[in-house]
């Protein structure tokens, strides 16, 4: 029998570790130890209901468990079998408590579709992909199914496109099927841009079957018997699974002519991104696979109609097409009863910042953030405060606490001046800088654009040069006006989405940290000490012993002796010099005194 | 039909309008920048960048409203829709917009070449800015210039009509845009010298500029220098083209002939000789003529030749196939261009005539044409170093110097050019629109093979506005088989046609470089996209040479003194030397060097 | 490889594929066979796994264990990596992270031969569409 | 227009790759991203024989290399470090990890040692993020990068 006691940073903080202790001192008394053995976990991810005890193999779930009861679940249910009731997880839907952790709804929180068969299978081995019902969504669709059909179950299915905006999939498949051709292409965008955001990357790399069968699913569907594969170049395993995966399908005749006997042909090959986060924007994407400046182009005329090579083309992104083949085998009926009322399914994102439980997760859409947050990531780093959470990218926007209980899925995140985008969802404590962050997402813009519109390529240089001037300290609230003015005509008259939605970080942190906007401006103050020349560096002479380390420290020599000797020290105390000093920490990071303190 | 409402107004328009073109049916002007059209010569540029055109689509295909402003420019009209050009929203964003452009523009108006002409002061000016609230950092380049185009692209608003110029119309791909961002800007490959790039300064690129970063190399102090130097006999000759387009310069209707207002103000500057290219002109048709029937001939006797002659008339052209097509260098003719024959013909027959020392004599040309400035500095057209032709002004650097010397042109009298290398035929006036030359020629060709005169001299087939143009004219028996074009993308394809065995039959093809030829040329008057412009040009071309007493070269009564009396016959040895010359490989090449 | 011809080779395919993955899972010997999944994604592989993988298979070697080593992609607990997962014949698999050489020995002499836990064990927190 | 020069190996490389993709304009991204991967960099002459090869102009090419980050037309160092800014990269200290780079290796972004063998680029998000903040060594990367851990990861390289 097996204790398993929750270690995670939550737990810790509420005495697990004086709970193991208490484990492993009852059991030795009863002289349980070598039957009974007690080992300390990784998060559980439920730090809400912490401190957690789990004993297996039974499964039994404890919550909040005090270091006093230690005792108890030992008498009772290690040694008599008797769950411990009150002390079970309880259902807040019908109020019963939950013995078995395996029906809990916690362990419902996380549903993974697009992420089924990665960390299952070996990505590079066909044989395991099939086995796991790979290429049976395709066999589907080519025995059983009419193009017509698959586009029918596929709009029926409510999927939307997993990239950013949200467009039904198997309407953009009905478009683009309408515009019938000898030449047509299946595009699949993996130039996974947004900067925290590694879904694609991770599915490519887990499941590559997954996206090939996809996209001979689409052409099918479609009418189409090229696909492409648009690929960062900075990320070789994930080409490296995908080739090795295309090379399988081909040599079992999954992919290539006549597939699976029915006569259908399709093949994929690969094009590389070189960098350029505005490559996924679908025309942006074209163009650079065609060999040209990867510049977005207005639409209409759409992929759909004109894509590559001016052929009518259909891009969708990796986790998009990752969701595909599940939906034919399982049926969009069952797919529709997953999700929020206006977006099904599930939505992987890439949870990452000042949180516990950094990883890929896949919740079903209309989760709340706080369950993301505090449930599935077990919650801030060092237990700080949370303040706000960036979905989106450089596209989106920052949630704050008032967002928590926020259902995510795409209309509700846009209605709250974020959005969905790619799925990245980067955590951030009070040690964040809102104008700061605001400014390294408009940065990000600025030297992604791609420079053909003029509200884009001007306008978010001078939205940034404003907001340096307000981390500057040399802000002015006439210039938080400009900021907002500016910002709308961009959203408003930008040539493409990235234009168009690259003012969303700053709009969001102006309409949800307008305080932190204002003190930046008024006093001259940044409260996360983040914007250096907001910042004082201090030293508190009755702290300081006057060890010199700091001294040694500084860079910039800005750092000398005083003539005041502290009460009970033998040295004279340091003091920084506030006009060499250059704010870079190093005194702080050496103080062993806490004397230094950043105002 | 599809109906349509902006700004209130209904009205019906053909499937696949845009909502610019639409508000323009409707009377409605809304402003743009960066787009351009030259209607009729299928050039279009509308890469809906600069967001100065954008309007408010209140009512879409779907009801709704769309969520974003639209860019009139690129936004087809569908059934419907309801479009408010001036809404409070539309005009914030387009003023916002303009105003980014300006904070990022050296606004030196005052000094600029462009101002007056410049599209983006005109936008200001209509918007009415009076300030510009954004102070921030400006996109600073080294300038740069060809002997013909000057580049100051700190005033750059990445319109990309350069680019589409050069490189969809003229194939020539010496520009485009680098960098990205802020820094993205229009140049030439590692922002090398556009001098050591593929230009071959047709100068396209600065008609089309709508600011001040691509403008002309000014030569007009040159020439004032020349005309008051006592020790200088200056000679002026003017090129077909600018006569018909002068006038608009001086506020007259697009196609007024002021052939004779022209000469008197030539000769007001000071110029001591007014002669014309015209006449010159004339002389060309003489010698490419001949060069053509001595081809064809020894085509026919199954002689090897380089058949089809192409014209040479037009320095960019000839620049561009030296640069890409080296491997068809005999196959231009070898006659000089006008400028360059009347140059060789001042400097030396005339100059012998007047008893001028050559070193004394001055030569100056006025042509629509950019390239022109570049062609009188190449090498071969120098003796010891001075040059036939020592300044080539464009139609609007003279139109500068006409205001600068406070000459009223509309209400000067009309003088003649002055004698001998002054008179001309029709057949030189049409050189100026895109298949003159090929009419010109045919014209005389035709009368000297066959020995009989033509019947109709106006060859309309080679006429208009058409990019690319095929007609067979009969030779009293021999097909003779000729083509037009103008835009070197669509000279390119005619030379790839010739690489690959000249499957057409082609004898003789016309290239010019310029839109409609030397009357869209680079130093007219700007046309602004506006192509009737450019057809009334043409027009006036035509009536030009249709009043004309003399319609064929080869009856010039003075080209026929002049053979006579100097260079006894066209392809004669002297005019070899002084009216012929041969051509380079420009092209680029790899050489293999040591690691 | 004989190319698929039909759906229903390719179901057959599958069951085949999936017996013998069970056979290889349970084994002959259903107490000796142990399968080790080993997270080889970008951060995985960043974070050493492939060390890890190496140096777990010549320890097992070592040990005399019948353990079948297979990579997979990411588990999605980038904050532990690496992660292995570890399934005993009959049980259900547990998925340790934080694994260097050490934690990695440990779990073959502790987990795997003699049933003891531990520590660092990652609660698995997902349901997978199968 | 001038004669390009370069070694004939090098020659002989770019046109075989060039027409390892049939000489197609369309191409021309792939061709670059394979003699970059030769050349560590792409400098002038290399786009200029590319440009030939593929019939496109040059200054085609060389718009394409300055829009794209991944090309770049100065050599790199032996070891190239690039440095992750990505978001959760950045929250988690990676501008600090990128400011000792430079006070160690005494270069700024975009350069290289004198010595030839280190050069500093910074980069968005190589999809670590769990492991943040990354940087990469060569092909190597290294996570979760402390200010402090900066010289031991350079003495590798020393």
């Known amino acids: 029998m097996h204790v398993l006691c929750c270690g995670g940073t939550g737990c810790h903080a509420s005495a697990s570790a004086q709970i193991i202790e208490n484990f492993k001192q009852i059991l030795a008394e009863k002289g349980l130890q070598d039957e009974v053995q007690v080992v300390q976990t990784g998060c559980f991810g439920f730090c809400e209901k912490g401190p957690i005890v789990k004993i297996m193999p039974d499964n039994t779930f404890y919550t909040q468990v005090k270091p006093e009861d230690v005792e108890k679940i030992v008498n009772e249910h290690i040694i008599k079998g008797r769950k411990v009731t009150d002390l079970l997880y309880m259902d807040p839907e019908n109020q019963e408590h939950v013995s078995d952790s395996k029906h809990m709804g916690f362990y419902r929180k996380q549903l993974r579709i697009a992420l089924r068969n990665c960390g299952f299978v070996n990505p590079e081995n066909i044989d395991e992909c099939i086995a796991r019902g790979g290429y049976e969504g395709l066999g589907k669709c080519l025995t059983e199914m009419t193009p017509q059909q698959v586009i029918d179950e596929v709009t029926k299915s409510g999927l939307r496109g997993r990239g950013g905006a949200g467009f039904p999939t198997g309407v953009k498949w009905g478009l683009c099927a309408k515009n019938k051709c000898d030449e047509m292409y299946v595009i699949c965008n993996a130039d996974e841009g947004d900067p925290g955001a590694f879904m694609d990357r991770s599915i490519m790399e887990g499941d590559p079957h997954s996206i090939v069968e996809a996209m001979a699913i689409c052409g099918y569907a479609i009418g189409a018997t090229h696909g492409l594969v648009y690929i960062r170049a900075e990320y070789p395993l994930a080409i490296h699974r995908l080739q090795v995966a295309i090379a399988q399908a081909r040599e079992y005749g999954l992919l290539g002519n006549d597939i699976m006997g029915t006569g259908f042909n399709f093949d994929i090959e690969l094009r590389y991104g070189a960098g350029a986060f505005v490559c996924g924007e679908e025309t942006a994407l074209i163009h650079s696979m065609e060999g040209k400046r990867g510049e977005p182009t207005f639409k209409p005329p759409f992929p759909a109609v004109a894509g590559y090579m001016m052929k009518p083309s259909n891009v969708n992104n990796v986790e998009t097409f990752a969701n595909v083949p599940i939906i034919i085998t399982k049926g969009a009926d069952w797919f529709q009863t997953i999700g929020s009322e206006k977006s099904k399914g599930t939505k992987v994102f890439a949870l990452a910042g000042q949180i516990n439980n950094v990883g890929l997760i896949e919740v079903p859409m209309g989760t709340t953030l706080r369950d993301i947050i505090y449930e599935i990531g077990g919650g801030i780093k060092g237990g700080r405060q949370f303040k706000a959470v960036q979905t989106g990218g450089p596209s989106g926007g920052c949630l704050t606490t008032k967002h928590l209980d926020t259902q995510i899925d795409y209309d509700s995140l846009v209605a709250a001046g974020s959005m969905m985008g790619s799925g990245g969802m980067v955590v951030m404590d009070e040690t964040s800088c809102m104008v700061a962050i605001a400014k390294f997402y408009l940065e990000f813009t600025c030297e992604e654009s791609c420079g053909k519109c003029s509200p884009c390529r001007i306008g978010n240089k001078r939205m940034l040069e404003i907001l340096d001037k307000i981390t500057d300290g040399r802000g002015t609230m006439e210039d938080l006006q400009e900021l907002r003015n500016l910002a709308a005509v961009i959203k408003d008259a930008a040539l493409c989405g990235l234009g168009q939605t690259s003012p969303n970080p700053v709009l969001s942190t102006l309409d949800n940290f307008w305080d932190e906007y204002v003190e930046h401006v008024v006093d001259k103050k940044c409260r996360a000490g983040v914007c250096k020349k907001l910042m004082r560096y201090e030293i508190d002479k009755d702290k300081c012993i006057g060890c010199g380390k700091c001294a040694k420290n500084c860079p910039a020599e800005a750092i000398s002796k005083t003539n005041y000797i502290a009460e009970g020290h033998k040295l004279p105390s340091m003091e920084i010099d506030p006009t060499k000093c250059i704010k870079c920490g190093a005194c702080i990071s050496g103080c062993k005194f806490n004397a230094i303190s950043v105002k | ?595 | 490889m004989a190319k698929v011809k039909s759906l229903a080779e390719l179901k057959a395919m599958r069951e085949k594929l999936q017996n013998t993955i069970d056979t290889r899972e349970r084994g002959d010997n259903p107490e000796a066979l142990v399968q080790v999944k080993v997270a080889m994604a970008t951060c995985g592989i960043a974070a050493g796994a492939k060390q890890v993988m190496e140096h777990m298979m010549e320890k097992a070697d070592e040990l005399k264990l019948a353990i079948v080593f297979t990579q997979t992609g990411c588990m999605g607990y980038c904050h532990a990596e690496p992660t292995i997962e570890v399934k005993m014949p009959g049980k259900d698999p547990v998925v340790f992270g934080h694994v260097d050489n050490n934690r990695a020995d440990e779990i073959l002499t502790k987990y795997v031969m003699n049933n003891e836990m531990v520590e660092g064990i990652i609660p698995v927190n997902y349901e997978t569409i199968g | 227009m001038a004669t390009i020069k370069l070694s004939e190996s090098k020659i002989n490389f770019i046109k075989d790759v060039c027409k390892s993709f049939g000489n197609k304009g369309g191409e021309v991204i792939n061709v670059l991203h394979k003699v970059q991967g030769e050349f560590g960099y792409l400098p002038k002459e290399v786009q200029e024989v590319v440009a030939l090869e593929l019939n496109i102009p040059v200054s085609r090419v060389y718009g394409i290399v300055s829009f794209y980050s991944f090309f770049t037309m100065t050599p790199k160092g032996e070891y190239p470090i690039s440095v992750c800014l990505g978001t959760a990269c950045y929250v988690r200290g990676a501008e600090k990890v990128l400011d000792e780079l430079k006070r160690q290796l005494g270069i700024e972004v975009g350069e290289v040692t004198p010595d030839g063998k280190f050069s500093l680029t910074v980069l968005r998000c190589v999809g670590a993020c769990g492991l943040a903040p990354v940087i990469e060594v060569g092909d190597k990367v290294y996570g979760r990068m402390t200010p402090d851990r900066v010289k031991e990861v350079l003495a590798e390289y020393k």
Not at chain 2, 60 to 78: E, I
Request: hydrophobic share 35%; proline share 5%.
């Open chain 2, 1 to 595: 039909m599809i109906n349509v409402t902006i700004d209130n107004k209904h009205i019906q328009v053909e499937p696949g309008t845009t909502i610019l073109k639409a508000a323009r049916q409707a009377g409605i002007d809304i402003p743009t920048l960066c787009y351009f059209e030259l209607a009729g010569m299928k050039f279009e540029n509308k890469p809906g960048g600069c967001r100065v055109c954008v309007v408010e689509v209140v009512k879409d295909f779907n009801g709704k409203p769309r969520r974003n402003l639209a860019p009139a420019c690129a936004t087809d009209c569908v059934e419907g829709m309801e479009v408010l050009t001036h809404s409070p929203r539309v005009i914030n964003a387009r003023k916002t917009v303009v105003e980014l452009i300006l904070s990022d523009h050296p606004n030196d108006c005052l000094q600029c070449e462009k101002s007056g002409d410049c599209e983006l002061q005109t936008l200001a000016q209509k918007l009415g800015i009076r300030e510009i609230p954004f102070k921030g950092a400006q996109s600073t380049y080294r300038k740069d210039q060809t002997l013909s185009v000057m580049r100051d692209v700190d005033k750059c608003v990445m319109c990309r009509r350069c680019e589409t110029m050069c490189n969809t119309v003229q194939s020539v791909g010496a520009l485009s845009a680098i960098n990205r961002g802020f820094n993205a800007v229009v140049a030439p490959a590692f922002e090398m010298n556009l001098a050591e790039s593929s230009c071959v300064n047709c100068g396209q690129c600065v008609q089309v500029c709508p600011v001040g970063a691509l403008t002309l190399v000014d030569n007009i102090s040159d020439v004032m220098k020349a005309i008051n130097d006592p020790t200088k006999t200056v000679v002026v000759q003017t090129a077909p083209a600018v006569r018909v387009a002068l006038g608009e310069e001086f506020g007259m209707e697009p196609g007024t002939i002021v052939t004779g207002k022209m000469a008197a103000a030539l000769r007001q500057l000071g110029f001591d000789y007014v002669f014309d290219t015209d006449w010159s002109a004339d002389l060309t048709i003489m010698e490419e003529g001949t060069e053509l029937l001595g081809r064809v001939k020894k085509f026919l006797n199954g002689e090897k030749t380089a058949l089809p002659l192409f014209t040479s008339c037009c320095p960019g052209w000839v620049s561009f196939y030296e640069k890409n097509f080296p491997d068809l260098l005999d196959y231009p003719s070898t006659a000089k261009s006008p400028q360059q024959m009347f140059g060789a013909v001042a400097k030396n027959y005339f100059a012998q005539k007047i008893g001028v020392k050559r070193e004394d004599m001055v030569v100056v040309s006025i042509m629509p044409c950019l390239a022109k400035k570049s062609e009188c500095a190449r090498d071969e057209f120098k003796v010891n170093g001075n040059p036939d032709v020592d300044f080539s002004l464009t139609t609007r650097e003279f139109a500068h110097m006409i205001k600068q010397c406070n000459i009223d042109l509309n209400n000067l009298p009309e003088e003649d050019f002055d004698s001998p290398l002054g008179q001309s035929t029709g057949a030189a006036v049409i050189f100026g629109a895109t298949g003159g030359v090929m009419e010109a020629a045919v014209r005389t060709a035709y009368e000297v093979y066959t020995g009989k005169p033509l019947a109709n001299i106006d060859l309309e087939v080679v006429r208009g506005l058409e990019g690319m143009k095929e007609a067979t004219v009969d030779f009293n028996g021999l097909p003779v088989h000729v083509g037009v074009c103008y835009g070197l993308a669509n000279a390119r394809k005619m030379m790839e046609e010739v690489r690959n065995g000249n499957p057409r039959g082609f004898h003789f093809i016309e290239v010019m470089a310029c839109p409609g030829g030397c009357i869209g040329g680079a130093g007219q008057p700007y046309h602004h996209g506006n192509s009737d412009i450019i057809r009334k040009r043409m027009e006036a071309t035509y009536r030009e040479d249709a009043g004309k007493p003399i319609r064929k070269s080869h009856e010039n009564p003075d080209i026929i003194a002049i053979y006579k009396e100097y260079y006894g016959e066209p392809c004669g040895h002297l005019s070899h030397e002084q009216l012929h010359t041969h051509y380079f490989d420009k092209s680029q090449h790899v050489e293999a060097c040591g690691e």
